[in-house]
């Protein structure tokens, strides 16, 4: 299946700072002393109460208002041209009075109202004013300065700057937590500052140091009275971990951040994550729940009418319905997201938007309208760097060109590929270390906590054992002095007797229920151990074949190119050209088209895509179709309602199983006919697979190993599955091999 790193907004720190948005329709109004002020009913919220007083006011406390009513706008992300109304007049009155915080708030008003209305410039022009004035007054006031001038700075593409304004903060910050460890206000901009910088390095598609500040953020956030401000953490954290392939990890999270969003009932975060979540769905293969969530995800954001989440949402539905086949739905909402994302302006959203209609084309087979939308991303992904967006792009411009026949195109794409994949490997790899440390940490945090409840409990066990052990003592010795008896020997001898039997039975006991345990740790051992080995080797064949397809496949086609194009030539250079040197061009030419199709062939052998995109029935068809097609063999197949579908394991297990048999039929059976059948039992929740053959067959013996024909590699599927494989052969009368696999 072609895999999709589907669209996220891409100015999350948008959402992150004004997370709260809702609707109202009041516009800005300046109002004059000698105007009547506007009526307001009687149920007021803070914004109404705070116009209604308005033109009463004058000085400072006019500025303040003035103020505070932007601010009201902001959080609702509304009347951006009302809000920066607001801030102007707060600034000229405030600095008439030369009330410098009068000042650096109202500028930091209009450089937020300039930000959301993605007038970034401006945004910095007035974020730096305000910077200034601030540190004309000094103190904590600075921090929150910076942070809202770090982002239009990460959203301009200066990145050096947007970070180095956010460490000034976190040094403002930890400079108030040393004298302060408890101060909420400078932990919660901390952790403000550590999510712009992982939004900063993810931006950067540095998505390991992207993942180190976040965590750090978390770290923090978690030391904090008022757990709202991790929600944004969880979030960003799943993003971060799915982009990289870790969705079990980035699961947790997004469960996490959408309980916490439906929690506080915030539309704008429940959105964001169902479209997270539904990317995650598509990504492991599971598309009616990715279905699901995206069209949730899609009725919250045209109820908001943000029309380019809107645009990001329908692309990532196209492609669902893609890598279902239904092409002609995958079609028409690829074309709505172009259309709005070219309405709104937006490059990221039109360069996904171009990619997925061109790796349509190239699936329906349309070369030239697959290279020429595929084409027109790659420039606008270039020009933003987007690596994922630009590993797709090459990748499916390596096939478009190489079936074009265009081999000089296609393999500088496979190069541009592999170095574009070598560089997103790496960073991946530092992320797995770093969640790796993480948890160890936190597992010795755990442990480390768990042994120092367990010394204090056993201190005081101490303690109250030996008042015990001493009142015992003291009894003893007064027993002994009482009863100096023949009756202390019958007793001491009673009790010898009793203690025996009852270790006896203890020990029995004890020795039956570790046989028990022993045995199921190590059948659970050894089915472990089985999954990791098949594992390692499925994802180790799906590399070697991969790299046989991009890399030596992409250097066969190219040179097979320049051997074409020396071909045209030789009809004017025959006659100088001697026979036996002819000939031996020939031959190398011949062996030439030889090398590329066993390349192809043993690429596909490794890494089927038909499996990953069409399911296990259309695999198994194509590959007895293959079998059949060499002509070795007559091959039938009979597949009886086996679902589209069904988990990653068990359809790479029974495919590979099938390939093993043919493998061992072809080598060893002498076999004219083979029948391979497919059935699934519903009520059973069991996958049958049988494959029988009319070859010369052998004297099967269950305990016996048979490593030199294949069968340990068959067994270890089965096993790993908890499945049960039969095989029924004698000498002269073929082979039958049954497998059940639960599923």
Do not use: W
């Amino acid at each position: 299946m072609r895999k999709k790193s589907l669209f996220l907004m891409s100015e999350k720190s948008l959402f992150f700072t004004l997370s709260f948005l809702f609707l109202t329709s009041i516009p800005y109004t300046s109002f004059s002393q000698d105007q009547s002020p506007p009526i307001i009913p009687k149920e007021e919220t803070p914004l109404q109460r705070m116009l209604f007083h308005l033109p009463s006011l004058e000085g400072k406390e006019r500025v303040d208002t003035l103020n505070e009513i932007a601010f009201e706008y902001l959080l609702k992300n509304e009347n951006l041209d009302g809000v920066i109304a607001y801030g102007e007049e707060a600034l000229n009155i405030a600095t008439t009075m030369s009330y410098d915080t009068g000042q650096a708030y109202a500028l930091t008003r209009i450089a937020l109202a300039h930000r959301l209305g993605r007038n970034y410039l401006k945004a910095i022009e007035f974020g730096e004013r305000s910077v200034a004035i601030r540190k004309r007054i000094g103190g904590f006031i600075l921090v929150a300065g910076y942070h809202n001038l770090a982002d239009p700075y990460r959203l301009i593409g200066d990145y050096e700057k947007s970070l180095q304004l956010e460490d000034s903060s976190i040094q403002i910050c930890q400079a108030v937590l040393d004298k302060d460890p408890e101060n909420q206000r400078a932990k919660e901009l901390m952790v403000k500052a550590y999510r712009t910088i992982g939004d900063t390095y993810k931006s950067r598609q540095q998505y390991s140091h992207a993942v180190e500040a976040y965590q750090e953020g978390l770290r923090i956030g978690e030391q904090m009275e008022e757990k709202k401000v991790l929600i944004q953490i969880y979030l960003l954290l799943g993003i971060a971990y799915k982009d990289q392939g870790i969705y079990k990890t980035a699961a947790e999270y997004f469960e996490q951040a959408l309980a916490a969003f439906k929690s506080n009932q915030d539309e704008q975060g429940i959105a964001i994550t169902l479209n997270n979540l539904g990317e995650l769905y598509y990504l492991t293969q599971q598309y009616p729940p990715a279905i699901t969530n995206y069209k949730e995800s899609l009725a919250l954001y045209e109820k908001k009418k943000d029309d380019l989440r809107v645009g990001e949402v329908l692309n990532n539905l196209g492609g669902v319905y893609e890598s279902m086949g239904d092409y002609v739905q995958a079609k028409d909402y690829f074309k709505r997201a172009l259309s709005l994302h070219t309405t709104l302006n937006y490059p990221k959203g039109k360069a996904e938007a171009l990619y997925s209609i061109g790796a349509l084309a190239l699936a329906q087979a349309e070369i030239e309208e697959a290279i020429s939308q595929l084409e027109a991303s790659r420039a606008i992904a270039d020009s933003l760097n987007i690596l994922h967006l630009r590993l797709r792009i090459t990748s499916a411009l390596t096939e478009a060109y190489e079936q074009q026949q265009a081999y000089p195109q296609a393999f500088a794409n496979s190069e541009a590929r592999a170095a574009i994949a070598e560089s997103l490997s790496s960073d991946k790899e530092h992320t797995l270390s770093l969640l790796f440390n993480l948890e160890e940490e936190r597992n010795k945090n755990a442990y480390q906590a768990d042994l120092r409840e367990k010394e204090q409990t056993l201190s005081q066990t101490k303690i109250i054992a030996l008042s015990v052990v001493s009142g015992l003592l003291l009894l003893i010795i007064f027993a002994i002095m009482r009863i100096y008896t023949d009756r202390q020997r019958i007793q001491a001898e009673h009790q010898q007797v009793m203690e025996a039997n009852y270790k006896v039975e203890v020990e029995r006991l004890h020795t039956k229920e570790a046989y028990n345990k022993i045995d199921k740790l190590l059948a659970d051992q050894e089915v472990e151990t089985l999954k990791a080995r098949v594992e390692t080797r499925e994802n180790e064949q799906t590399r070697i074949g991969q790299d046989l397809h991009d890399q030596l496949g992409g250097l066969l086609s190219a040179i097979k190119g320049y051997f074409i194009s020396i071909d045209k030539k030789l009809g004017k250079i025959s006659e100088e050209i001697g026979e036996v040197d002819l000939n031996q061009y020939k031959k190398a030419g011949s062996l030439l088209d030889e090398a590329v199709d066993k390349v192809r062939e043993i690429s596909h052998n490794l890494s089927s895509g038909i499996l990953k995109k069409y399911g296990l029935v259309a695999a198994i068809r194509s590959l007895c179709n293959r079998v059949k097609d060499s002509e070795l063999v007559d091959v039938e197949f009979h597949a009886f309602e086996v679902p589209e579908r069904l988990s990653k394991e068990v359809e790479s297990a029974v495919y590979r199983i099938i390939q093993e048999l043919f493998s061992n039929i072809l080598k060893h059976a002498k076999a004219k006919e083979v029948t391979v059948q497919v059935s699934f039992y519903n009520d059973l929740k069991i996958i049958n697979l049988t494959v029988e053959d009319d070859g010369v067959g052998f004297d099967y013996q269950p305990d016996r190993k048979y490593n030199g024909i294949g069968l340990s590699g068959i067994a270890d599927h089965v096993k790993m599955l908890r499945g049960d494989l039969k095989i029924d052969s004698q000498k002269g009368r073929g082979t039958t091999v049954m497998v059940d696999i639960p599923v």
